[in-house]
């Protein structure tokens, strides 16, 4: 007996013609004894438009009611494929985040999963159902429904494969697998085979849309490995696990990342002392937003105070500001610049630690190309620079030309 997740995203689902054919695709490679559950996403555009028509309502953050509005397109799609299933002649049980025991906690848009208690999942399987839950979406300790950020149905998927102890979590979605680069930037862009969890959560978190990071962090934490596949081909996929055949770590660089959301600010003349880079962070860790890359520069001039550049995602802009209005206005800082025209470049790969030359062969491209590096940041499996967003499509080229096309 397999106990196997299948996630499909929103282009997967997109017409009740493609989730048919989901469903004959799930039945056709399923043995009786085998126990499936489906984790799916809200179809095709559906939560942009939701997004969209929110806005005509109002400009404003609406947390709690934005996460009541969002949720509704997935629960469209359980219910949908719950009845697709039926009429194909298999059991079948739809459950939204709630039902399917997913708990988080009390950030809206951004939830955590803080506990995910199965039984109700586990019963239905047992009773011979296909049982197909909504992604990107759980419940607080107080009743209120939440989501889980953007693309959070990786994280749901992955975290229901965990808590079930499920063989594999197969993630079904718009692309074949996980590419050393985004295939619409780079042609020639290679499919990886397989991939370790701490390289892929690198390739992620730097900009590879194929998974969200938090889902890889979970598939690392409970040992589950999970398979990226296209929903519309048969072809082999990317397998994300611990370990990697030995042939496989041969590799230096596992790919090439770029990421466009990203928002690099600058505090200026703040006061040098014990505190108040303390008070930056903290303020915007109380907001939810990411600090990335940080770096505190020297001034030889006037040592009492120091400049702090840190990056943000760009979509974290609008939350941060009125932490940044109280800077400007409670704290002695000469001025604070934003500039949402930056993108991040990255190369990635276990097998550089111990080969000094990955950097200098990174730079040595961005130099030639007649790039500017504004910050560098490095990992122990990862190499990122800060670049103008306009260039960062052909900087990625060429790096990838550059580790990729002289390999062979
Ligand atoms: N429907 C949600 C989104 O578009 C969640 C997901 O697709 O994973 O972000
Ligand atoms: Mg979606």
Redesign the pocket.
């Known amino acids: 007996m397999a106990l196997i997740v299948k996630k499909f995203?929103?282009s997967s689902v997109a017409t009740p013609d493609k989730m048919r054919a989901i469903v004959q695709r799930v039945l056709k490679g399923k043995k009786p004894e085998d126990k499936i559950v489906i984790v799916v996403?809200?179809m095709g555009d559906t939560?942009d438009d939701l997004v969209a028509l929110a806005k005509q309502i109002t400009s404003k953050a609406y947390g709690r009611e934005m996460d009541m509005l969002l949720t509704t397109?997935?629960q469209v799609s359980i219910a949908l494929m719950a009845m697709a299933f039926q009429e194909a002649g298999q059991k079948a049980v739809s459950f939204t985040g709630a039902q399917a025991g997913i708990k988080t906690s009390d950030a809206f848009n951004k939830g955590r999963i803080l506990a995910l208690k199965p039984a109700r999942i586990m019963k239905a399987l047992e009773q011979d159902n296909i049982v197909v839950v909504a992604?990107?979406q759980g419940i607080t300790g107080h009743g209120d429904i939440t989501t889980l950020g953007?693309?959070?149905?990786?994280t749901t998927a992955v975290a229901i494969a965990g808590a079930i102890h499920a063989d594999v979590c197969e993630i079904y979605t718009d692309v074949d697998g996980v590419y050393t680069s985004d295939p619409r930037v780079v042609p020639n862009a290679r499919k990886i085979d397989q991939i370790t969890y701490g390289e892929m959560l690198e390739m992620a978190k730097l900009g590879a849309g194929v998974m969200q990071p938090r889902a890889v962090e979970m598939g690392s934490r409970f040992g589950v490995p999970i398979y990226v596949r296209s929903t519309f081909s048969e072809d082999e996929g990317t397998m994300i696990q611990e370990d990697c055949s030995m042939e496989v770590k041969q590799y230096l660089i596992r790919g090439v990342a770029s990421d466009k959301n990203v928002a690099k600010i600058t505090v200026l003349g703040i006061p040098n002392k014990p505190g108040f880079a303390y008070r930056v962070f903290s303020e915007l860790a109380e907001k939810n937003v990411d600090v990335d890359m940080i770096v505190q520069s020297v001034r030889y001039a006037n040592e009492g105070v120091t400049d702090i550049t840190f990056t943000i995602a760009r979509t974290d802009l609008e939350e941060a500001e009125s932490v940044f209005h109280a800077l400007r206005t409670e704290m002695p800082v000469e001025d604070i610049i934003i500039d949402d025209k930056m993108a991040k470049v990255s190369v990635v790969g276990a097998g550089m630690a111990g080969h000094p030359g990955i950097a200098a062969g990174m730079f040595g491209v961005l130099s030639d190309n007649d790039i500017n590096i504004e910050i560098i940041s490095t990992s122990e499996i990862s190499i990122t620079c800060l670049i103008a967003e306009e260039v960062v499509d052909s900087a990625v080229k060429a790096i990838h030309q550059h580790f990729f096309d002289e390999e062979d």
């Open positions: 995203g929103g996403s809200a939560t397109g997935e992604g990107f953007r693309g959070g149905s990786d």
